[in-house]
């Protein structure tokens, strides 16, 4: 599926081959053109995928922010969302 994030368009996927919970990839390529992706691994829990997808969301919407600030910030806010009750749809 494709995802808006930070005003850019970005593909996102879930993969059983990765061996990290995730990745934010922006690659400029030679032709102009920019690709951007966000893998997820399927193999993580419910919980621990949630963290995944908002930790590599705020990577996409702010990419010069820290990993030290965008782990303390996303396991906060997923740790939010969960005890919301937000989870995957069946």
């Known amino acids: 599926m494709k ?3 930070g005003g850019k368009w970005f593909l996102v996927r879930e993969s059983g081959s990765l061996s990290n919970c995730g990745s934010c990839e922006i690659t400029h390529r030679r032709d102009g053109t920019t690709r951007r992706i966000i893998r997820i691994a399927s193999w993580q829990n ?4 949630l963290d995944t997808w908002v930790h590599e969301a705020m990577h996409a919407i702010w990419p010069a ?4 600030e965008v782990a303390k910030s ?3 806010l997923s740790t939010l ?3 919301l009750g937000y989870r995957r749809m069946s």
């Open 3 to 5: 995802a808006r994030l």
């Open 46 to 49: 419910e919980e621990d995928a």
């Open 65 to 68: 922010m820290s990993e030290a």
């Open 74 to 76: 996303s396991a906060e």
């Open 81 to 83: 969302l969960w005890r």
